[in-house]
């Protein structure tokens, strides 16, 4: 209240010195004035929402008039000059506008609303969803804030149904109810994350601590961005900037006991009342060696060094923004995790424990991947009558080097992949009276990837240009008083070129010289020179409704059809990829997979507890995926030979999250998940299936001690019954017998206990401090997951604890 | 228009996305080895020469390596034994037994035969005194059918036993080459 009379003060003042403006500017102009038989009408309208403002008044040299219930207002007897016009209105800031008269004249006048009423839109657009009948796991600024030394695998692990698919400790790439890779698209500050995601040894690059709010659609894609998403969309943004004459930001220092180190992240905003503001954010990791109870991992520590940089202009009607921001890293891989044949992993899996192991260090030797991510965006709108019109340019530069164990003094990568990605769109949203919603877009994108052929090994994936073209549309509308329905639609297309090289006896074996003869350039002997060019034309539509039962309650049905493209590698992978020390065969006559997924979701919150329950089937035609078919002798020994298959699929399960406050201050949280996958025509378990586990939750809470907070996780994640049976029979020369390559049984079942405490303070300055500390694997527990794919090298890490200060401002 | 203004701002991006047409460049395959032949000579008798070889021309393609052996192995004599590894993909082929011997402390051959009882010597050893493997002697101790197994290491834990067993490291070429001892 307070505050509201201080604007009441100011705009007062302004008022005055307004008036005084416009009695001597017309006092001087109208000594020229000649006809006065002019009408001037006015409409006043509301500039972010149109509506029109009832009760504004408008002055101009003596004249004074209020506007009526459709905002209009009309002056007569003008003389032909100009009319500065002072136009004030209760809710609003006082407007000074000129108008030359010659004739009758009509014009719109839109006024701007406080700005403290502004500042609660912003909050209101900021908790907005993307869609209102698709239900969206949220991840707080507190939940990142707690996990800000991690990555975004870790975080997202913290919702019901996702879990995190790793190689090693560090490198984690999110699964959302069954499906990762090329079928999760993740969306960094509206831009779609162009960064070779179609690898499951790739994690995405995001820096967690740019972000400021996490969605989570799961099994759906949000049209506006995607049409692929056969398992979901994770959106990351940052959140929009105050409208006040204000400085503000946050340093975070951050050490762990498993690394043996820790990070610093900064940000700082600026921001202005007239709308511009900037701001600046970077974060520096440095680990060393991560520890399993037993033993050191040897060269899994990593470095990284984020920094992102914002500014523009954010009004209610028009606005722009640029934005940059670079994602660096480098990460060291289990160094004993390079098997090069079957009997490697053969041997690992007997050893029970890494074949090397070295006292802990801080060095990120071979192998390792050094990625840099670059991405530079422009966005400007600006509010019409028919709605909201958006642009957004944006350019991705995704730089990945992988370094192997090489012979000879080879020092240069074994991976060298530079992917970038052009892309502008233009977006409209439109609001209706009856309190509808249309959303509607054009995007292209072009797409170029270059693998430098210097590093002397053969390209996994080919040179290629690609071009798309999409089109969508999403209407939403509120039925009844408690129904709410959506639907959507999308139309993409893609034109692929690509250059590559295939081993000609592959080329001829796969059949490709009669299915292909088109794509070949020219036969070179030993290799072909083939130039595959594809269109894929791909449809995906959402439908979807809620019911509200009431404020609280809410019941989400929704239907969705995905259709994804195949990525470069299920299209072109034409052998040894030495990091899974197997043969991958791509193959080119595959086409979209197209995802139909049915989710329903009752989601109930009050003050006391909150009860979200979803239950999902996705119904998968083609679906993509590798199984192996047989070991290929070379003369490095056997190596086991994966295809890249299409068949039918179908993912299945539900989780269940139930929080509860019991007395005052002590909160219980439950959170359980079940999924299955299969192939349709034979009922085969899909690999990689999530295990279901439980966690609960239990924390107490001091709040007149400093917010004083101690709380005890518990996850319990069961060893995983069904799964393919991908074991081999292998010869082993030496002994000549047959030994069996078991990749595919899953580890035991664990259980894990963390605990977690933290406590805040106000700083003298207005800051307030908060320390977070973390005890991850708090009985030091000796276990493997079923997700990792370096499971048969390696045990998770044990007993780890986090200490985090952070200072806000 | 403001809309306008940005779209042009976008222009010099969409520019310098536009190039050339032209075919990547093909990959010189490095570090591939493609073939690895044994010679064995008769200690006894210079002129009994015996070959074994392993070529697998298109790698990791699905053409299976041609193994040969050129004739049998003769009992109560000693051979002795050196190995070349070559990378024919390249043209001419490469050499890959220089870099190994140059890199001797991270490679290390393995002997080992079934079927018939063989006894293997090293010949060449690294600058720490510990085998490698490119020179040998091989005596056949009896007669029959069986097979002599080479396999490659590429950094192995040294030093071990000269079996696998203790050899740690990653496998670069194991191949079983089908003998008679006469």
């Known amino acids: 209240m307070n505050c509201k009379c201080k604007k009441c003060g100011a705009s007062f003042t302004t008022k005055l010195a307004l008036t005084l403006y416009s009695f001597f500017s017309l006092c001087c102009i109208n000594s020229f004035a000649q006809n006065c038989n002019n009408k001037l009408s006015i409409q006043i309208l509301d500039l972010h929402d149109g509506t029109p403002l009832e009760n504004a008044t408008v002055q101009t040299n003596g004249l004074k008039g209020t506007t009526d219930f459709d905002g209009n207002l009309t002056f007569e007897n003008l003389c032909e000059d100009s009319y500065v016009l002072t136009i004030s209105h209760e809710d609003c800031e006082s407007l000074v506008e000129t108008i030359d008269i010659k004739k009758d004249t009509f014009r719109k006048i839109r006024l701007e609303h406080h700005l403290n009423e502004l500042e609660e839109i912003m909050v209101i657009s900021n908790n907005r969803n993307n869609s209102r009948t698709l239900f969206e796991n949220k991840i707080s600024k507190e939940v990142l804030d707690d996990y800000n030394s991690r990555t975004l695998g870790e975080v ?186 079957a009997i490697d992993i053969i041997n690992a899996i007997e050893n029970d424990i890494p074949h090397i192991i070295e006292d802990f260090s801080y060095d990120i030797n071979i192998p390792r991947q050094k990625i840099s991510h670059n991405l530079l965006k422009l966005k400007g709108f600006k509010n019409f009558d028919f709605g909201k019109l958006s642009m957004r340019y944006d350019f991705q530069s995704n730089d990945r080097k992988e370094y192997d164990i090489r012979r000879g003094d080879r020092t240069r990568p074994a991976l060298d992949l530079n992917l970038q990605t052009h892309s502008i769109a233009f977006d409209l949203e439109s609001k209706f009276e009856n309190n509808s919603n249309l959303k509607a877009g054009i995007s292209a994108r072009y797409q170029k990837n270059f693998p430098d052929p210097a590093t002397g090994v053969k390209r996994i994936i080919p040179d290629y240009k690609k071009y798309d073209f999409s089109l969508y549309s999403v209407y939403d509308t509120n039925f009844s008083e408690n129904w709410f329905l959506e639907a959507g639609i999308r139309y993409d297309f893609s034109h692929i070129d690509a250059y590559k090289y295939y081993r000609t006896s592959l080329w001829e074996a796969r059949n490709y010289d009669e299915l292909f003869p088109e794509f070949v350039v020219e036969d070179l002997g030993l290799n072909t020179l083939t130039n595959p060019k594809f269109d894929f034309h791909n449809i995906s539509s959402n439908l979807g409704a809620r019911y509200s039962i009431s404020e609280s309650e809410n019941i989400f049905i929704n239907y969705s059809m995905s259709s994804r493209k195949p990525n470069p590698s299920e299209l072109f992978s034409e052998g040894l990829h030495h990091s899974s020390a197997r043969i991958e065969i791509g193959d080119l006559s595959f086409n979209s997979e197209v995802g139909h997924n049915f989710s329903l979701t009752y989601d109930s919150s009050n003050e006391k507890s909150s009860l979200t329950v979803n239950a999902f089937a996705n119904i998968v035609d083609d679906f993509i995926y590798m199984i192996p078919v047989d070991l290929l002798p070379t003369i490095a020994g056997v190596f086991p030979y994966w295809e890249y298959k299409q068949e039918d699929a179908k993912l299945f399960g539900f989780d269940v999250k139930y929080d509860r406050q019991y007395f005052t201050n002590f909160f219980v949280g439950h959170q359980f998940s079940i999924i299955k996958g299969y192939e349709r025509a034979n009922n085969k378990p899909l690999i990689n299936m999530p295990p279901v586990n439980i966690k609960n939750q239990i924390s107490y809470n001091f709040p007149e001690l400093n917010n004083l907070n101690f709380s005890l996780e518990s996850e319990y994640v069961f060893k995983q019954n069904e799964y393919p049976n991908n074991n081999f029979e292998v010869f082993i020369p030496t002994e000549q017998t047959y030994q069996l390559l078991d990749t595919s049984t899953p580890p035991d079942a664990y259980h894990l206990l963390n605990f977690a405490s933290s406590i805040g303070f106000k700083a003298e300055n207005g800051g307030n401090y908060k320390i977070n500390l973390r005890i991850e694997n708090l009985f030091n527990k000796l276990y493997k997951n079923y997700l990792n794919r370096l499971r048969y090298f390696t045990h998770e890490m044990g007993r780890n604890i986090l200490l985090s200060v952070s200072y806000n401002y | 228009m403001k809309l306008l203004k940005y779209a042009l701002l976008a222009i010099p991006f969409l520019y310098f996305s536009c190039d050339d047409d032209d075919a990547p460049e093909e990959i010189n395959e490095e570090e591939v080895i493609t073939t690895m032949t044994v010679t064995l000579v008769n200690h006894q008798d210079g002129s009994d020469v015996v070959t074994m070889q392993t070529q697998d021309l298109d790698g990791d393609g699905p ?50 035969a079934s079927g018939v009882s063989m006894q293997f010597v090293y010949m060449d050893f690294d600058g720490n005194g510990n085998p490698l493997g490119t020179q040998f002697v091989l005596a056949p101790l009896t007669t029959g059918e069986g097979s002599v197994v080479i396999t490659l290491i590429h950094e192995p834990d040294k030093p071990n036993d000269d079996t696998l067993n203790t050899a740690g490291g990653s496998i670069d070429i194991q191949t079983a080459f089908p003998v008679t001892v006469e």
């Open chain 1, 156 to 341: 997202l692990k913290t919702v019901t149904g996702v879990s995190s698919l790793n190689s090693g400790s560090y490198l984690s790439k999110p699964v959302i109810n069954g499906l990762h890779s090329s079928r999760v698209i993740l969306i960094n500050n509206g831009v779609r994350l162009e960064d070779q995601e179609w690898g499951i040894e790739h994690a995405p690059s995001i820096d967690i601590n740019s972000i400021d709010k996490i969605s989570i659609i799961k099994g759906a894609s949000a049209l506006k961005y995607a049409g692929d998403a056969v398992g979901g969309v994770i959106i990351a943004e940052s959140s929009r900037e105050k409208l006040l004459d204000t400085v503000y930001g946050n340093a975070t220092t951050n050490l762990q006991s498993n690394g043996r180190a820790g990070g610093i992240s900064t940000n700082f905003t600026k921001t202005n009342s007239n709308g511009w503001y900037y701001r600046l954010q970077g974060t520096l990791k440095r680990m060393g060696d991560f520890e399993t109870p037993e033993y050191v991992m040897t060269n899994t520590g990593f470095s990284e060094y984020n920094l992102s940089f914002k500014a523009g202009l954010n009004r209610i009607d028009h606005g722009f923004d640029i934005y940059y921001s670079l994602f660096s890293n480098r990460l060291g891989i289990l160094r004993s995790s390079h098997a090069h044949t």
């Open chain 2, 63 to 112: 053409d299976e390596p041609v193994v040969t052996v050129s004739g049998p192995l003769s009992s109560g004599t000693s051979y002795s034994g050196s190995i070349v590894w070559l990378n024919e993909m390249e043209d001419p082929a490469e050499n890959i037994t220089e870099e190994i011997v140059e890199e001797d402390d991270e490679h290390q051959v393995f002997f080992s």
